[in-house]
């Protein structure tokens, strides 16, 4: 043992027992956080983009219980103030508080590694589902014609060699955000997403490679899914999954099922140095009816998200030192409730933003209230910050684009916003 070793102070060893019992796995103390993608090659820093679709009520999820207007707002569906009564919500700052469902990830704000951008998201004001999830993995907003998604540009711009397995979606159809010329890795759902298949035997392959000989661009195509597909799984050979959640595997992407999907991405990401960018996405997030407040639908949702965002970290392991995770959704929820004690489609919402390179422990965005005069159309949080420019940070600081090519991936993108040089430590 070291003897110049430090003693922890008694709020750091709170903290790690508090993250410890959460789950969370550690990779080093603060300190190691504290500049560890600053420190390390490019090649090394990652991008997991976690899309919720349906538009989770970003005023649940950090709920604005400072605001005078937050609680007449919602008679059924505000959470009561940290410390008031039992489920209140959970205290981040003066004005904010986290949704008690997500106490699992109250030791990663704890620790600066866990941040929100509110009243942020896309400026198209369209409140159709299909259209603003389009917008926000396009990249483009107002503008459908777009043929490719940003993280697929983004694998185009990324310095350093391409490879089969940098960009890896996971899901059980390939989404519009990595849509485009750049190869793909595809994992699929559940543990035998990677289990041998009718493609994995050799003479197939041979047949399709005969087949695909007289057309390069599908046989370059068809060469690039054998190898993504042949790394990834020597990346997991000798990995057994965790009791937790292997019945929940079974099923369709849901809620219970995302945390041994998201270990098992995490683990993938561990495991080949090559990957940088995952994405995948979690539905059930459109609380119409009965959305509820601490409990109900919406709280359960939460507490599965939560668990599986915590999963995804250990799957990640050291490698969550140099990885940012971005939680999005395509737009937020009307701020008073509505006849069925749910919420409808509205306009600004939060993002969500964790790991070592992000400076957590606090909110940040432009938070323009809830007051009658500050709702677009009388009914919903403005959106004060695009979400482009919550990426462009993590995309130039993190990844390491240049100017020009950021451009590349987000073309008419708004400038920069203030509150940018917050979003990862220095």
């Known amino acids: 043992m070291n003897d110049q070793t430090p003693t922890p102070s008694p709020r750091r060893r709170f903290l790690q027992a508090s993250a410890l019992a959460a789950g969370w796995t550690l990779a080093g103390l603060p300190q190691a956080w504290a500049g560890a993608a600053a420190g ?35 008679p059924d569906l505000a959470l009561v103030p940290p410390g008031s009564a039992e489920g209140a919500a959970l205290k981040l700052d003066s004005l904010f508080a986290l949704h008690p469902a997500l106490l699992s990830l109250k030791p990663a704000w704890d620790q600066g590694s866990l941040a929100f ?48 397995t940098r960009g890896v979606a996971m899901g059980a159809t ?38 695909y000989a007289g057309d390069a661009k599908l046989g370059a195509s068809f060469q690039a899914a054998l190898a993504g597909r042949g790394q990834m799984q ?44 995952a994405f995948t996405a979690v539905g059930g ?39 940012v995770i971005v939680v999005m959704s395509e737009f937020g929820r009307t701020v008073h409730q509505n006849g069925t004690l749910g919420s409808d489609h509205g306009r600004g919402n939060a993002i969500w933003l964790l790991g070592g390179p992000v400076a957590g422990g606090r909110m940040l965005g432009e938070w323009p209230g809830l007051e009658s005069s500050a709702l677009v159309d009388g009914r919903d949080l403005a959106v004060a910050v695009d979400f482009r420019q919550v990426l462009r940070p993590i995309l130039q600081s993190h990844l390491g684009l240049s100017e020009a090519a950021l451009a590349e ?18």
Not at 247 to 255: C, E, H, I, L, M
Not at 414 to 422: I, K, M, S, T
């Open 40 to 74: 390390s090659p490019l090649s090394q820093r990652k991008l997991v983009v976690i899309m919720l679709r349906g538009a989770v009520d970003g005023l649940s999820v950090v709920a604005p219980v400072g605001d005078r207007n937050y609680a007449p707002a919602r």
């Open 117 to 164: 951008v509110h009243a942020s998201g896309s400026p198209d004001p369209t409140r159709s589902h299909f259209d603003a999830q389009d917008y926000l993995e396009s990249g483009t907003p107002g503008l459908k014609s777009t043929p490719s998604g940003w993280m697929n540009r983004l694998l185009g711009q990324l310095p350093g060699p391409a490879s089969p």
């Open 174 to 211: 390939p989404p519009r955000i990595f849509a485009g010329p750049a190869a793909v890795a595809s994992l699929g759902l559940g543990p035998k997403a990677l289990a041998g298949k009718a493609i994995d035997q050799a003479d197939l392959q041979q047949g399709l490679e005969r087949l």
């Open 234 to 277: 020597r990346s997991m050979a000798g990995e057994r999954e965790p009791a937790m959640n292997a019945s929940g595997d079974a099923g369709a992407p849901s809620a219970r099922s995302f945390a041994a999907d998201a270990r098992r991405l995490g683990q993938l990401i561990r495991n080949d140095g090559q990957t940088q960018l």
């Open 285 to 323: 997030w459109d609380t119409h009816i009965n959305q509820g407040a601490a409990q109900g639908q919406l709280a359960n949702r939460l507490k599965a998200l939560g668990e599986g965002l915590q999963a995804l970290s250990q799957g990640l392991g050291p490698a969550l030192q140099d990885t």
């Open 409 to 426: 991936v987000f073309p008419a993108a708004p400038g920069r916003w203030r509150g940018e040089a917050q979003v990862l430590r220095s």
